[in-house]
């Protein structure tokens, strides 16, 4: 680890001597006393001061080793060994690891009504930082319940938190009853639909510090299991049916929900106040400042507000208030006097007055739109197109990837494969944050710089799913790989990806389905490896292919290539495919040389030449090599060059 602040741009692993830099390190420590300066006086309670000194201490802890004594410590984040060490400051013998898990995640997001698709890009992102809302709502209400610090949440990432806490009686009692109330809370909002399943593990005080804690996340994700099994206490409910009416219809943005749902209107403004805001208050009594949710959480009042336009008093009306603003360039320090919470809200949005007018987008019909607003999908769709003389050049549409990190949970559960042969509490909390970081903290900026049309569905723990104009999206695709192999450095940490491309118009839930299902076949091949149009590659294999298709645009400009040969050279790869098993179809050789003596029988003699001698030979060349998975290279470039009117 190289001691360092923590910004988007040092988060990748440095090389540094094998004794810290002295200076670097009283650099750290005079910006960890700027830090806690910076922590507005107005947070005068000392828990709403700890939740503000977490992050500071996050920020310049987070890349400093542990110990100086052994290599498995100086691999450990020091923050994160101080979590460790904070909770053997409870004084108990015997512990408690509480883990919440939001389930249905999927289905939360991705419901629809009859106006979904018409406010997707608002209701997509507004519904997935709800998730997450939850989830740190929930670990607050623990926490507060049973009278534990803000420090006491180990991981907190993508709808899961881990808490430690005493073990007794009273612990427990007060966790059962916890539960009932979030089970009350999701029936009456989401029907059931969604939950949070609420489990604890006893553990002794000792096993904090074990280099063998694989085998007590087995036990936490045992515990998680069965209580997923046993969700809202179905064994004890006297009703099997929810007493639900819909006297005014259903809701037009989830149409399992009833048309007055408070949960759909939060949705729509958390997706409106993402862009427009970048703090979160929250306070047990009903608040009066910036954007507020009519739906209280658990106990819990929320609004979202600018940092800016917050008067003193407004700013002390908040028991609790979390920083989500996104940086803006690599080198931004995220700390910010605030507590931070890394949220990937990245949405791509009209970057100058007038872009919505831009004559790549006519046809479209939309309602009002200006500078700031969130792009809708049917604008996505054509930042990929070209303005050419009689047209477009290059197809309207949109491209959806869904990945995720491969086996992580069976990672978590055994503990990751390191020199030491070995598992800490203190490390599995570091490969947590350290991946939720890649995903919530270095995407946004990267996006920001080299991939503005992208919408961010969720980014963040393991996962992601994003939405963007379709070769954006597959240009995305190589470069994240690429990105996330550079952080990991370990070859047994990869994530496999699924693109589906389709029109601006399709449902969300449809969408999600498709890009799920591609996500699907690469998992199945072999895992490490990414799914388009139908076809499964290793990621070795599809920088390739970025290549191949970069010399077959080339060529075919070069030689007036028709997108009607590229067409019937479909056709000649699915006969070369059937050679396995049919004689008959070794032919297709044959067919490729008489279909391209046709299309270059009118073209010059320097032409004929160039299509022999150049294009030819690197067809047949990718076809021996790639087979079908030539056809990856083969639609994105008929899709790129082909023709649209304005």
Known sequence: MFPSELTAATLFPRERESVLPKEELRKLYRRLIEAIESIPSSFSSWSSWLGHFDSAWMSVSWSLPSQKSNLLAQSTSLYDQSKVESANFLDAEDLLLIQGDFQGIQNFIFSEGAETNKYSSK?????????????????????????????????????????????????????????????????????GLTSLALSWTEIQASELNSTNFNQVMRRVFESTEEAKLSAFDLPERTTSVL??????????????????????????????????????????????????????????????????NLTPKEFACAEIMWD????????????????KRSFNCYVARFSYD?????????????????????????????????????????????????????????????????AFNSSTLAGTMTLSRQLNSFFAVYLPVLF???????????????????????????RLSSRLQQEFERYCLNETVHFSAGITVLKSSVPVRAMARMAEGA?????????????????????????????????????????????AYLYKLLDIMELRERQKYDPMASIWRSRLYYTTVRMIRDKNVYAKDSIK????????????????KFKIALFNSIYTSRKTRS
């Open 613 to 628: 001698e150049d294009f030819l030979p690197f067809i047949v060349s990718s076809l021996d090599e790639y087979g079908l």
């Open 448 to 474: 920001a710089q080299d991939y503005a049309n992208i919408y961010t569905v969720f980014a963040g723990g393991d996962d992601f799913f994003l939405i963007g104009p379709w070769n954006d999206i597959f």
């Open 123 to 191: 209701l997509l992102r507004g519904r997935s930082f709800y998730v997450s809302l939850i989830a740190e709502l929930a670990a607050l209400r623990v926490c507060r319940e049973l009278s534990l610090p803000p420090l006491s949440p180990l991981m907190n990432a993508a709808g899961k938190f881990l808490i430690c806490a005493p073990s007794t009686k009273q612990n427990i009692e007060k966790l059962k009853l916890l539960r009932k109330e979030f089970n009350t809370w999701f029936l009456q909002n989401t029907l």
């Open 243 to 308: 007493n639900v009416n819909y006297p005014e219809g259903v809701n037009s943005y989830d149409a399992r929900l009833p048309k007055e749902s408070r949960l759909c209107k939060d949705e729509i403004i958390i997706g409106e106040s993402l862009v427009k805001t970048d703090l979160i208050l929250i306070s047990s009594t009903p608040l009066r400042v910036g954007k507020v949710l009519g739906l209280p959480i658990f106990g819990f009042y929320v609004s979202f507000a600018k940092r800016e």
């Open 324 to 339: 989500f603003s996104l940086p803006e360039s690599p080198e931004e320090k995220l700390f910010k006097g605030i507590a």
């Open 354 to 418: 007038g872009e919505e007018k831009d004559v790549r987008y006519s046809g479209i019909n939309e309602e009002e739109l200006c500078r700031g607003e969130i792009k809708p999908f049917s604008y996505l769709a054509c930042d990929n197109s070209i303005v050419s003389e009689n047209g477009f050049e290059g197809i309207r549409a949109i491209a959806a990837v869904k990945g995720d990190v491969d086996d992580l949970g069976l990672i978590f559960r055994n503990g990751l494969t390191n």
């Open 519 to 563: 996500l699907g076949h690469a998992k199945e091949s072999g895992k490490n490896s990414i799914t388009a149009y139908g076809l499964t590659v290793t990621w070795e294999e599809w920088l390739k292919l970025a290549k191949v298709q970069q010399n077959l645009d080339f060529l075919r400009k070069d030689n007036e290539i028709s997108s």
